[in-house]
């Protein structure tokens, strides 16, 4: 079994149990050169709202500080993004979906980050 197989594994059942719940799921994806969350409807088949390092604006504020899309920094910034946005769409309550990713590192600083802007898991 290879890492991608072991880190779906482990996701698989996380999905199963947030499907029984009917909440609002706050989806992570990361690679080496980036981070993406999303928020999915209830019913799991709708992005609400998404926020990653690919967006203009975010690029924009890393150059600034000087820092790449693939660590703790980009991390926090996607979290807090995407926190203020679920809160303007009326999403206050969401699960954590961190797909299978390890909650350390970059998955745990976004985590934190989105509930520091005021999002409850």
């Known amino acids: 079994m290879d890492k991608t197989q072991s880190r ?3 996701a698989r059942q996380t999905h199963i149990k947030i499907a029984r ?6 989806a992570v994806h990361r690679t080496n050169q980036h981070i993406y969350a999303q928020v999915f409807s209830p019913c799991g088949t709708r ?3 998404g926020a990653s390092t690919v967006e203009r604006e975010v690029r924009q504020q890393l150059s600034e500080k000087s820092s790449k899309g ?12 995407v926190a203020e946005k679920a809160k303007a769409a009326g999403i206050e309550s969401v699960a954590f979906d961190r797909s299978g990713f390890r909650y350390h590192g970059r998955v745990k600083a ?5 509930r520091d ?5």
């Open 8 to 10: 779906l594994r482990r």
């Open 47 to 49: 992005v609400v709202v």
């Open 110 to 114: 976004l985590a934190d980050a989105a």
């Open 70 to 81: 693939g660590n703790i920094d980009a991390a926090r910034l996607i979290g807090k993004r």
């Open 117 to 121: 802007a005021g999002l409850k898991f």
């Open 21 to 26: 719940q009917r909440v609002a799921r706050l």
